[in-house]
Structure formats: C-alpha cells, structure tokens
C-alpha cells in the first residue's frame, strides 16, 4: 500500500512539477529580441525558431503541438524589438502587427534627394526630416549640421508607422555598423576626408571595380598639386539637376567647384556607399591621372597616365560605334 501511494505522489509531484516547468517556460519566461526576419510562406516552425535564435525545447514543441500557434502566421518582414513569452511573440506574428515597409537608399544620394524619398513614401516631412537631424547627437564630424555622407546607402525594411526619427537613426545606425568610431574614429578629420573622397567617387563611378582606380588618379592628382577637376562637384553646386556639365558651369566660384579650388571640397557631395568609401581608404596604387568614360557602352573608364594619352583616347573612339 506504501509503494502505491508513494508511486502515486511520485507522478502528482512529477505533473506538478512539469506543469510548473511547462506554464514558466511558456508564459512566464520571456526572451529579448531585437532583430528583423523575414518569414517566408510555408516556413516551418523550427526554422522560424532557429532564425529568431530561440531553443526548440520540449515544453515549446508540446506548446505547438496541443495550441496550434504556428498557424497563421503571417509571412512578410517584422522588426522584432522587446522581451517576449511564447504566446506574445507568436500573438504578434500572426497579427502582422509588425510588417514592414521597403525603402531603398541608393548610393550617392544628397541628404536632400533622401529627404526627398521619405516625403514621397508619406515616411516623414520635411521639417520633421530637418528637426531630427538638428537633434542628432552624431559620434563623426558634422559641420555646421551637415551629415552629408553619413545616410547609409542601402535596402531597409521599416516597421510600418516607425516615426522619423527611428527611421533616421536606422540609416545613421548602419553607418555606424559599416564604419565603427572605435576603430576609424581616431582621427576623424582624416576620417571625413576619406568621407569626402568616397563621396566624389561615388558619383563619378557607375561600376565598383573601377572606384579604386578612380580613387588612385585623385590621390595622384593631390599629391602633385593638381586640382581634382571632378564634374559631380560642380554638378552637386546644382543639385544635381544638370544633364551636362558645360564650361560656363566650371567657372562658378564654391568651395564645391574643385575646377577653381586645390584639394577636397569641404564636405561630401552624396551619401557613399561602402565599395567606395573602401575605395577611399584602401586606393588602388597606379601612376594613372585621367579617366574618361569609354564609349564601349560598358559604363567602365579607360584610365591614362598623361593628358595626351587622355586626349588622343578621346580623338580615336569618340565617334566609334558602341
């Protein structure tokens, strides 16, 4: 009779003690998240747990199995930001509470052209564009307020009603994942310059393997006291509204014009994105001086050490059909 009860105490202690473990792990214990996923139609439950980096453990898998949760989830980009249990987090997916919008930055955009895209997708105002990043306490150098350079060329994917600010600070955010102030903030009016530099890269390449050249010919240029004679930087002066640079345009006296003035402009003409900013720090080295666009079609430059070289380039091919 003993064994028997004993036997049975042993099982109730056991449910109890299981069931404790299992309302804990399931409703009480909540994990802290904070990424974005993608879930993708038809994605099992293990994969969605393994992205989200939670562990598959028996109390989960019986809350599956008996509640059905996984069902219904909604597929689609979530920003995940908070602590949550079980329930919670799969409440939320199945709502599509936190679907997000696509916004695309391409490389070499103004702050304004930036500002420009998050008013047309009704993402901000202009003046709540302005007044966030008045407010912005950034770690690089800012010129009078100027974070020219520092909105970070890229695909994001932002929850939906997310306010300007958020949305700013993402962009600044994923430059500072790119470019660490730890580890290239040292001396950061160096670090602008390159800032500078990647920026008129930026706008003057169309494929990335040539911006390394493109970088080594303005180094070259600098260092024998050659101006840079960069059309973007007039065209920048403008807005980028020209079609074509003509040579009235190379006349216009700003510290922008680098036909009229030795060295860099004195702040980035666009917003860089990574393959030049690399470019900036890491050039190629050659003894090149020019670079012209080839008449190829191929949207690549043909590089010379001398302008007659550059000119006689120019004479040979510019009529050759593409």
């Known amino acids: 009779m003993r064994v028997i009860k004993f036997f049975l105490l042993s099982v109730i202690l056991a449910v109890v003690i299981l069931s404790s473990s299992y309302y804990y792990n399931i409703n009480i214990k909540k994990t802290e998240i904070h990424q974005t996923i993608e879930l993708k139609r038809g994605e099992s439950v293990r994969g969605l747990l393994k992205e989200l980096n939670l562990k598959e453990s028996i109390f989960v898998k019986a809350y599956f199995r008996f509640t059905g949760a996984s069902k219904g989830v909604k597929a689609g980009y979530y920003e995940i930001d908070g602590s949550y249990n079980i329930p919670e987090l799969f409440d939320l997916l199945k709502d599509g509470k936190a679907q997000m919008v696509r916004l695309t930055i391409p490389e070499g955009l103004t702050v304004e052209e930036i500002k420009e895209i998050l008013i047309k997708k009704n993402m901000a105002t202009g003046e709540e564009f302005d007044s966030v990043l008045s407010r912005i306490n950034f770690p690089y150098l800012t010129p009078n307020g100027n974070f020219e350079g520092y909105l970070f060329p890229e695909t ?103 036909y009229r003035i030795h060295g860099l402009p004195i702040a980035p003409i666009g917003n860089p994105g990574k393959v030049a900013i690399d470019a900036a720090i890491n050039p190629a080295k050659t003894k090149f001086y020019f670079f012209v666009a080839k008449y190829d079609g191929s949207q690549s430059h043909k590089f010379t050490k001398t302008y007659k070289e550059h000119l006689d380039y120019q004479k040979k091919n510019k009529n050759k059909p593409k």
Do not use: H, Q
């Open 156 to 258: 994001y994917y932002i929850s939906k009603g997310a306010t300007p600010t958020v949305i700013i600070n993402t962009l600044l955010s994923e430059f500072l994942k790119n470019y660490p102030v730890e580890k290239y903030g040292k001396n950061k009016k160096e670090f602008y310059k390159k800032l500078i530099m990647g920026s008129v890269i930026e706008r003057e390449a169309v494929v990335d393997v040539d911006k390394p050249l493109i970088a080594s010919v303005f180094y070259n240029r600098l260092k024998k006291g050659m101006r840079l004679e960069s059309d973007a930087t007039v065209n920048y002066i403008f807005g980028y509204k020209k079609r074509r640079i003509y040579y009235k345009d190379l006349k216009i006296e700003s510290p922008y014009n680098t």
